[in-house]
């Protein structure tokens, strides 16, 4: 069993930026990810990261102003999320799962979530 807790969501304006934090406890699988759902839309991928070697995905929407790290001592995995835009706003979510890919059903255990709000 995992636990994911999710912090460091809040409201910003574009061009701002935000450092989310996802605390696991347990015994990981191979993937974190983190994940969003805007209002009205279907949950998306936003990052990959596989904790067993470091290699790291991105959303087409985000490379270069977000960037996913891990801290494997800790047991946390963060998401930097740099010149925000208001289509950036949504709930954040940790996922954690055996396959590094951007399907939502390859992930095992989700956080609660942590709202990001953007506003131009």
């Known amino acids: 069993q995992v636990r994911l807790q999710e912090s460091g969501g809040g409201s910003v304006q574009a061009g701002g930026s935000l450092r989310l934090s996802c605390a696991a406890s347990?015994?990981?699988?191979?993937?974190m990810a983190w994940f969003r759902q805007a209002p009205g839309k279907e949950r998306e991928m936003v990052a990959i990261?596989?904790?067993?070697?470091?290699?790291?995905w991105y959303a087409d929407s985000v490379p270069g102003r977000f960037a996913i790290s891990q801290d494997n001592a800790k047991r946390m995995v963060y998401l930097q999320m740099n010149s925000l835009k208001p289509e950036d706003t949504g709930i954040y979510y940790c996922?954690?799962?055996?396959?590094?890919?951007?399907?939502?059903?390859?992930?095992?255990?989700w956080g609660q979530g942590t709202q990001v709000t953007v506003s131009s």
């Open positions: 990261i596989s904790t067993s070697g470091g290699s790291t």
């Open positions: 996922a954690n799962g055996p396959r590094c890919t951007a399907t939502m059903n390859a992930y095992t255990y």
């Open positions: 347990g015994y990981w699988q191979k993937c």
